[in-house]
């Protein structure tokens, strides 16, 4: 009885604060702050502009970036993997859309967004996927923590 009541207590005193910022007018600024995150690294995208793409990213060893079945460590390995897949030879960046965007503030310092990315490529083609992300607010503004990135077959 004593550990189940310890359980109900340690999960209210975390679950109290976040359900009492839930519906708040922070939360607004939280999802229009996140949202033009993404929209400053979809612009980026499109004029060809990696390195403004990835400052959306935090830039530690500590950021995760999983593509796939495949996980990257830190902003510098995204950067590369970034550069290996759109800009090595052979291989272009193309338009890049963001669309359904589900942006979920978790605290005054914390959201999880879902949403699709749409590329349309030169030659036609149009790789697309879903995308899970993580941000965080720091002093220096939102900025992506962790990317679970996912390609359609």
Same mark, same amino acid.
């Given at each position: 009885?004593?550990?189940?009541? /310890?359980?109900?207590?340690?999960?209210?005193?975390?679950? $109290?604060?976040?359900?009492?910022?839930?519906?708040?007018?922070?939360?607004?600024?939280?999802?229009?702050?996140? *949202? +033009?995150?993404?929209?400053?690294?979809?612009?980026?995208? +499109?004029?060809?502009?990696?390195?403004?793409?990835?400052?959306?990213?935090? +830039?530690?060893?500590?950021? /995760?970036?999983?593509?796939?079945?495949? *996980?990257?460590?830190?902003?510098?390995?995204?950067?590369?993997?970034?550069?290996?897949?759109?800009? #090595? *030879?052979?291989?272009?960046?193309?338009?890049?859309?963001?669309?359904?965007?589900?942006? *979920?503030?978790? #605290?005054?310092?914390?959201?999880? $967004?879902?949403?699709?990315?749409?590329? /349309?490529?030169?030659?036609?083609?149009?790789?697309? #996927?879903?995308?899970?992300? $993580?941000?965080?607010?720091?002093?220096?503004?939102?900025?992506?923590?962790?990317?679970? /990135?996912?390609?359609?077959?």
């Amino acid at each position: 009885m004593r550990m189940g009541l /310890t359980r109900l207590l340690a999960a209210l005193i975390f679950l $109290v604060p976040v359900l009492a910022h839930a519906g708040s007018s922070s939360d607004q600024e939280t999802k229009a702050a996140v *949202e +033009n995150v993404l929209r400053t690294q979809q612009a980026a995208w +499109n004029r060809n502009d990696l390195e403004a793409f990835m400052a959306g990213y935090w +830039n530690s060893p500590q950021l /995760t970036f999983f593509s796939d079945v495949h *996980e990257t460590s830190g902003w510098q390995g995204a950067l590369a993997r970034y550069r290996t897949r759109y800009q #090595g *030879e052979g291989k272009e960046m193309g338009k890049l859309e963001f669309a359904e965007l589900r942006i *979920e503030p978790l #605290g005054p310092d914390a959201a999880f $967004v879902r949403g699709a990315w749409h590329l /349309t490529l030169s030659d036609g083609k149009t790789p697309h #996927g879903i995308f899970r992300l $993580v941000f965080r607010r720091f002093s220096d503004g939102w900025k992506i923590v962790h990317d679970h /990135t996912s390609a359609a077959e």
